[in-house]
């Protein structure tokens, strides 16, 4: 995708446009061409528009003079397209930026490519369902697999859980749970380890395990034997047409009673281990 040029439409992806003098009625066009994000940046505005805008529907808004056209940025895996990191709320937890005024109680993350930011459904309602567990048994420790940013693990520990471990198979991604585990005053409690549950042994009262079906199938076996009696499990980075598949390898693991929410198209599910 070329810098700064029409080029960059027509890629298959989001892309950038930033707006010079930008004329009145400029912000009520750009929701009309179903912009995916708008920010003023001082006299200028900027979007991030999906492909299906076309080079022809931006110069017939805006002409051609007064746009740049460069690269969006991609966060969790491509799946939310913002221009800048913002704050955003998660069940009862308030997400902010690193560089973010502090705010009592609110979790700072850092602006990575790790998974986690927050804003996609499945953390929403990993950390909702976690809320729910640790409010009503207070477990003294979370495993985390697919820790990513580290939020769900760092979650945990905010809402008063003593311990987190969480798994990764990208060193970066590690590398970005411990800068947030460090700027949030957590990193005592939060060990980190680089791979899957195989990595690991023993288990917990909490599981939490935020990927894809795939890897979730895949891990299943192993997974189950990370859940401490009686403990709890909640999957999630599920498309919905993929919920009874991953339902069916948990139930073969010997996992009966599962519980599920979906939330534009994605699926959590929960379950307590029945031994």
């Known amino acids: 995708m070329a810098h700064g040029g ?12 930033d707006l010079s003098c930008p004329r ?18 001082g006299d200028e505005l900027a979007a991030i528009l999906p492909d299906s805008v076309t080079e022809d529907m931006v110069a017939a808004q ?4 007064n746009v740049t056209v460069s690269d969006a940025v991609a966060r969790d895996d491509g ?29 700072r993350l850092t ?26 048994e207070r ?13 769900l693990a760092l979650t945990a520990l905010m809402m008063g859980v003593p311990r987190a471990v969480g798994l990764d198979i990208d060193p970066s991604a590690l590398e970005a749970a411990a800068e947030n585990a460090r700027l949030n005053q957590l990193s005592d409690r939060l060990e980190l380890v680089c791979g ?3 990595m690991v042994k023993g288990n917990w009262p909490v599981v939490v395990a935020n990927v894809l ?40 693991c010997g996992i009966r009673q599962i519980d599920s929410k979906t939330r534009a198209g994605w699926t959590v599910l929960t379950a307590q281990a029945p031994w």
Do not use: K, N
């Open 6 to 17: 029409w080029a960059a439409l027509g890629c298959g992806l989001p892309y950038r446009i």
């Open 24 to 41: 009145p009625d400029a912000l009520d066009l750009l929701v009309e061409l179903g912009a995916l994000d708008i920010e003023p940046i």
């Open 62 to 65: 805006f002409g051609r003079a």
């Open 79 to 107: 799946s939310v397209w913002m221009l800048s990191p913002r704050a955003v709320r998660a069940g009862g937890l308030v997400i902010i930026p690193a560089g973010a005024a502090a705010q009592p109680g609110a979790l």
């Open 111 to 136: 602006d990575s490519h790790a998974f986690g930011t927050g804003h996609h459904p499945t953390t929403a309602m990993c950390i909702e369902a976690l809320e729910e567990i640790v409010s009503v």
């Open 139 to 151: 477990p003294d420790c979370v495993l985390d697999v697919g820790t990513g940013s580290g939020i």
């Open 196 to 198: 899957g549950p195989d």
């Open 213 to 252: 079906a795939a890897p979730l199938i895949e891990m299943a076996p192993v997974l189950v034997q990370r859940v401490a009696r009686r403990g709890r499990l909640i999957l999630a980075g599920i498309h919905s047409s993929l919920d009874a598949e991953v339902r069916r390898a948990y139930q073969h």
